[in-house]
């Protein structure tokens, strides 16, 4: 038994299977099949020089191979090795032949070592003597320590919470466009694994200061050099770590740390405790920051959010289960939105920070702030709102539905649910700021409704501090049921978010592409839709944008390719144009609505891009951009190429945009926009298609009606334009068939050797 536990042939069998398993699925992020591939092949390689170092081993790990390949006993064992030898040479190089239709993975370090010297600031700083000079001069626990970290907040507050979210946790509300997303600071890998100097190199330098291996071309991380001041840095550095209650890590630590290991463990809210003065202190923690210090909407981050944090002081909830002519929620209604936040908008869920006895000490606390804390629901007047029977959904209620839609949602609403108003009126919200309704294709942006009761009960009670009306007298119980029902199809209207699918695929055909943006043909090419994100990033920064969604599909035929790019816009922002000057906002200068699609300059070999927003100095890109007419101006309708190769300076327009097309149709809230060009041209400058290749593709937009122009834009990631090939089963199928021929040759001349050499050892013996 021992003897064939530590068989040669078996353990190296063994060997390989375990390196298999641990390369291929105990690493993550997996790695990619050629790196794969090479690790295997040198791992082969290296047991076979440990068999064969000496004879008498590399003997005995091939006497099992000889046998079965030459012993006239082994005749069974021997057909049932070739048939599986044959059939795995084929499957693998099936798979090997076959077009992929997995997008590249990337491959990134989190975490790389950071240069020795940093020069910002004009200073010349070594990282590895570097400390943050606040907390030697502050104590903890000094008033002067109490006031720096308040001001770090406040800085964080104002310029990393878009990202980072603000239980500092990655979850800001944009965070989601981002891949990689922004750092969890909360989690244990990351600032509770590093020093302050590394923090301050990386908040300094953002994304572009990072090496190769930390994949900078991906990274949103903005570049706080630009921004803030050497000292800003080091007070949010310091808030950071008191808000997550981790210590950083540094030489004199680490030596405590080797002697006593030290449990990792937030801090924050370690007691939970329903007392005033602890909820309280929940409060200035976690509200504060949006909701100000009294309640009032005015905390540090209010000023760049959209829609604002509520004023608590007003006593007015936009969401509610009480009846239509209760002025106040029900608590376990404002429970119910602290506990799961607004989506779409920057209010967080708290469900899994706080605890219900803190979530009930909370409501209590907003309602201090609006003077309402005395009385008891049954003294306000609260009362349930009547729901009626629930009519379920048929195509009769649907139908009845859309035309009562037409009559009570239409003008705000818009035909297909996009948000955009009909009725000419600018709204306005009752703190006076302009209010869009709500988009009901994008249910991943309604703020508290889920379902058709849901539907049910804003319609019924209508949204308080908002332009959208109660209908309680308007319209019968069955009536609202009917508008639910049919609201909820509005989302077939639209292609949901992608959940993590990256990859357009562009289809092929024969014959000319649509060259309209309402061309009916667009609807066999596979839709996509991915999020867009204000660019908080650099320039002059914008913080909020309406449209927040692209959906893209892609077509290609022997010469051309053609985007259609759409973008949800509830405005038809075409300065001079009727329809631009109703809904025109006074404080802003109106633009023309625009669009712009970025390729690299060359398809990438490697994993290596350029930088997500305009490239960089080694690695250009080209940028399609359309424009809508500018009637006041009396310019039509535009389309540009742009080059640009580096964030620094503004991409520059070519002056022949050689045959790049592209042309915008708007309706109902969404414009649609065509882009095509040839796929190979004869400009160096440009980007030439190639079928079957991942291609790199990110998209950005201008919302005319809020004045944005240059850097002042939302944007994607990168994304990939994948040009798919057709079907060629012959070179699928050929291909294989020749592995599976060649696996069986190489078999049997194997065999017929060993046959022989047995033969040959008998007929010795005999
Ligand atoms: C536009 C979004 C965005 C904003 C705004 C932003 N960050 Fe980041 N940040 C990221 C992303 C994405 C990453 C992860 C990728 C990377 O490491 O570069 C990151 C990473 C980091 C890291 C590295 C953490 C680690 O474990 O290595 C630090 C530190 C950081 N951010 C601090 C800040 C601070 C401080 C601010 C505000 C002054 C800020 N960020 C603002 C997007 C953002
Ligand atoms: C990052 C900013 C931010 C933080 C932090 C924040 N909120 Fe909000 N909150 C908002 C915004 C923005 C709104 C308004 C959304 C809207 O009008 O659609 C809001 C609205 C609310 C509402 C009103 C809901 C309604 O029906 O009108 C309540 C209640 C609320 N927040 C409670 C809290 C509590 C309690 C905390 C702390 C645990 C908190 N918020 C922390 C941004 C924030
Ligand atoms: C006068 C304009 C107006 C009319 C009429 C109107 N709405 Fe609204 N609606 C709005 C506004 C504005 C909002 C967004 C409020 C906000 O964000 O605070 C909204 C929001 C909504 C929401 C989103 C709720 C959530 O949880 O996010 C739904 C659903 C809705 N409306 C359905 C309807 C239906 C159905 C009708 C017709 C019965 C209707 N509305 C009529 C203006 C209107």
């Known amino acids: 038994m021992k003897r064939f536990l530590t068989h040669p042939l078996l353990l190296s069998v063994l060997a390989i299977a375990a390196l298999y398993v641990l390369f291929a699925y105990a690493i993550s992020p997996p790695m990619p099949r050629s790196l794969l591939i090479q690790f295997m092949a040198i791992c ?63 491959l990134r370090t989190v975490h790389p070592a950071p240069p020795s010297s940093l020069r910002v600031f004009g200073n010349n700083y070594n990282l590895a003597t570097l400390q943050n000079p606040l907390r030697e001069t502050m104590p903890r626990g000094s008033d002067a320590y109490v006031e720096m970290i308040s ?14 979210g603000d239980n500092l946790d990655g979850q800001g509300h944009i965070g989601d466009a981002f891949n990689p997303r922004p750092a969890n600071f909360q989690d244990v890998g ?12 990386r908040i300094a330098t953002g994304a572009p200061g990072l090496p190769r291996e930390g994949a900078p071309w991906a990274s949103a991380m903005p570049v706080w050099h630009e921004i803030l001041e050497e000292e800003q840095i080091w007070k949010i550095v310091s808030f950071l770590y008191d808000y997550t209650g981790y210590e950083p890590r540094s030489w004199e630590l680490e030596a405590q740390d080797a002697a006593a290991p030290e449990s990792a463990e937030p801090a924050s809210e370690a007691s939970e405790t329903s007392d005033e003065d602890a909820i309280r202190q929940v409060y200035d923690m976690r509200c504060a920051q949006c909701h100000g210090e009294e309640g009032e909407g005015d905390g540090p981050a209010a000023e760049l959010l959209y829609p604002k944090p509520r004023d608590f002081s007003l006593g007015t909830f936009k969401y509610k289960t009480s009846a239509a002519d209760s002025e106040f929620p029900y608590d376990a209604d404002i ?40 009385e008891d629901e049954e003294e306000l007047g609260t009362l349930p709102m009547e729901m009626g029977t629930r009519v379920e959904s048929s195509a009769e209620s649907i139908a009845r539905g859309a035309a009562l839609f037409e009559k009570a949602c239409l003008q705000c609403h818009g035909a297909d ?13 009752d703190w006076q700021d302009r209010i869009w309704p709500r988009n009901l294709t994008r249910p991943e942006t309604w703020r508290w409704t889920k379902d058709a009761e849901g539907i049910f009960q804003r319609i019924s009670g209508g949204i308080r501090g908002t332009p959208m009306p109660e209908h309680t007298t308007t319209m019968s119980e069955d009536q609202r049921w009917d508008i639910a029902n049919y609201a909820m199809t509005l989302r077939d209207n639209a292609t949901p978010l992608t959940t993590g699918d990256t990859v357009i695929r562009a289809l092929r055909v024969e014959g000319d592409l649509p060259d309209s943006p309402d061309d009916p043909a667009w609807d066999a090419a596979p839709p996509i839709t991915f999020p867009f994100a204000p660019n908080v990033i650099k320039g002059e920064r914008l913080y909020f944008s309406l449209n927040d969604t692209v959906t893209v599909r892609a077509m290609y035929n022997d010469g051309k390719l053609a985007l259609r790019v759409d973008i949800d816009d509830r405005t038809y922002s075409v300065p001079g144009a009727p329809e631009e000057v109703q809904y025109r906002d006074q404080e802003t200068d109106p633009a023309p609505d625009a669009a712009a699609v970025q390729f690299p300059i060359a398809i990438p070999t490697t994993s290596e891009r350029p930088w997500f927003r305009h490239g960089d100095p080694q690695h250009g890109v080209n940028m399609w951009y ?122 049997l001349f194997a065999a017929r050797r060993q046959r022989r050499a047995y033969e040959d050892a008998e007929s010795d013996a005999a």
């Not at 989506?343 to 702030?369: C, H």
């Not at 790049?660 to 109902?668: A, C, H, K, R, Y």
């Open 190 to 201: 990351t600032i509770a694994q590093l020093q302050e100097s590394y923090l301050f190199w």
């Open 417 to 429: 649910g996009r948000g955009n108003v009909t009725s000419g009126k600018v709204l306005k919200d």
């Open 151 to 164: 001001e770090g907040g406040t800085l964080y507050y104002e310029n990393c919470i878009f990202c980072h």
């Open 626 to 747: 359309w424009r809508a007419p500018n009637e006041e101006a009396g310019e039509p309708e535009s389309n540009a190429l742009l080059d640009a190769s580096g964030p620094d300076g503004p991409p520059t327009p070519r002056a022949d945009s050689g045959d790049l097309v592209s042309s915008g149709s708007w309706e109902d809230g969404r414009w649609r926009i065509v882009f095509s060009r040839s796929l190979d041209t004869e400009d160096g400058r440009d980007l030439q298609f190639e079928t079957g290749r991942y291609i790199p593709v990110a998209f950005a937009n201008w919302d005319g009606w809020a004045g944005h122009q240059g850097s002042r834009h939302s944007m994607t990631s990168w994304y990939w334009l994948l040009l798919e090939e057709e079907e060629q089963p012959l070179k699928v199928y050929g291909v294989s068939g020749l592995g599976g021929a060649l696996a069986a040759l190489a078999f």
């Open 335 to 374: 429970a119910r939105t602290i506990r799961d936040g607004l989506p779409g908008t920057s209010m967080p869920a708290w469900g899994e920070v706080l605890s219900e006895a803190q979530i009930t000490g909370l409501v209590t606390l907003l309602r201090e702030f609006g003077d309402w804390a005395e």
């Open 44 to 106: 082969v390689v290296g047991v076979f020089l440990v068999v064969s170092f000496d004879d008498a081993t590399f003997q005995r790990f091939l006497n099992p191979l000889q046998l079965l390949l030459g012993s006239p006993g082994h005749k069974i064992p021997r057909a049932l090795a070739f048939v599986v030898i044959v059939a795995g040479a084929s499957a693998l190089t099936y798979t090997w032949a076959k077009p992929s239709n997995r997008a590249p993975i990337e």
